[in-house]
């Protein structure tokens, strides 16, 4: 039996199936915490990190390597769409050719993804994790074909690492620091919060969990209900609508992807609910458009975009001869009505000169 063959056996037995269904996957091992300081950018616990990437690839062409590199998205929505954006990005003026897949926020079908595009003599992989884990089995198992494999969201350190050639290394432990700094500044200073997690066992929501909670703890904010949203906008009204009808003095809610923004902010319109104060995550175009009314006072911004060119650009280093380092600090801050369009001006969340590529994934 091949090493690839025992890793997919070991991940379909932790994960309790023989198929490949969707069930909570514990994370791996953390190797170590994150930076405790302010800062707004990743902390530097990976082996090596580097400034932002630029989009300039003309090593990578003139090397003259081609080749399929796999994208694999772990669902799909205006964010992971903006992550591919940024792949496309990554591959301008080379030889490669992207195909992006994405796996319907189910683990099983994540590996599955990942041994098809190395089934089809993919030369590189691109992961944005459904979890760590079945990230990290396929990871692995493309590093034992000799595939270089960059990660689009790297929650923090764990036993997966060796695996990976590039990341794009998102701080998410200072990312509920910021969310949580800002209610504290600018928010109404108590009453019950409701968060809106995306999927437990990716590494993600339970990182912005940790900072949120180091900043509030001792505050007068009562975190009254946290529950998964599974970065979709349906399921994220279900949890607020329910939450309300349970704590109908609630005021904040949180939630960690503006794709569950979009919906919480319809249902608060449809309600006529203005007197509850909502954060989110990241942003996509409609998540701006709610800037300015009632029902979105705050993001914890970063670029999605940038975290596919990130992690795609490693990937070309390593199959065109260059040195990629581990990982690379990407941006975050909170960003309000008031600087908004300035922010995604200089760093957007999506490139929008590939829209038109990822609109039929």
Not at 146 to 165: L, Q, R, Y
Not at 222 to 227: D, F, L, S, T, Y
Not at 254 to 273: K, P, R
Not at 323 to 347: H, K, M, R
Request: include cysteine; hydrophobic fraction near 40%; proline fraction near 4%.
């Amino acid at each position: 039996m091949s090493n690839q063959d025992m890793s997919r056996r070991r991940f379909l037995r932790n994960l309790g199936i023989a198929g490949g269904g969707a069930l909570a996957l514990p994370i791996l091992n953390a190797c170590g915490d994150s930076d405790d300081s302010g800062s707004s950018s990743a902390s530097d616990t990976a082996p090596e990190t580097t400034a932002a990437a630029s989009t300039d690839t003309t090593a990578a062409a003139a090397a003259g390597a081609g080749g399929l590199i796999g994208l694999t998205l772990n669902g799909l929505n205006d964010y992971t769409r903006g992550v591919a954006t940024g792949a496309y990005a990554a591959l301008e003026g080379t030889d490669f050719e992207l195909q992006v897949v994405q796996g319907n926020y189910d683990p099983g079908e994540e590996l599955a993804n990942i041994e098809n595009f190395l089934a089809q003599g993919a030369v590189g992989i691109v992961i944005q994790p459904n979890t760590a884990e079945s990230a990290g089995a396929g990871a692995q198992a493309a590093q034992e074909a000799g595939v270089p494999v960059g990660n689009c969201i790297w929650p923090g350190p764990s036993d997966a690492d060796e695996f990976f050639t590039s990341v794009a290394q998102l701080d998410s432990v200072e990312g509920g620091r910021l969310i949580g700094n800002y209610l504290l500044e600018q928010g109404p200073g108590s009453g019950k919060v409701v968060v809106v997690q995306g999927v437990v066992g990716q590494g993600f929501s339970e990182r912005i969990d940790e900072g949120l909670d180091e900043v509030l703890g001792g505050s007068d904010y009562e975190i009254v209900v946290r529950e998964q949203g599974f970065f979709d906008r349906a399921a994220a009204v279900d949890v607020v609508q329910n939450a309300l009808q349970a704590h109908p003095d609630t005021a904040v809610i949180v939630d960690y992807a503006a794709a569950m923004s979009n919906g919480i902010c319809q249902y608060l319109e449809t309600e006529g609910i203005e007197n509850i104060l909502h954060v989110t995550s990241d942003a996509d175009e409609e998540m701006v458009s709610w800037f300015g009314t009632p029902y979105l006072a705050a993001t914890r911004y970063y670029s999605s975009a940038q975290t596919g060119l990130i992690a795609t650009q490693g990937v070309v280093a390593a199959l065109t001869g260059g040195e990629p380092v581990f990982g690379t600090p990407i941006d975050q801050l909170i960003v309000t009505a008031d600087n908004v369009e300035s922010v995604v001006e200089e760093n957007p969340y999506m490139f929008f000169d590939y829209k038109d590529l990822v609109q039929d994934i």
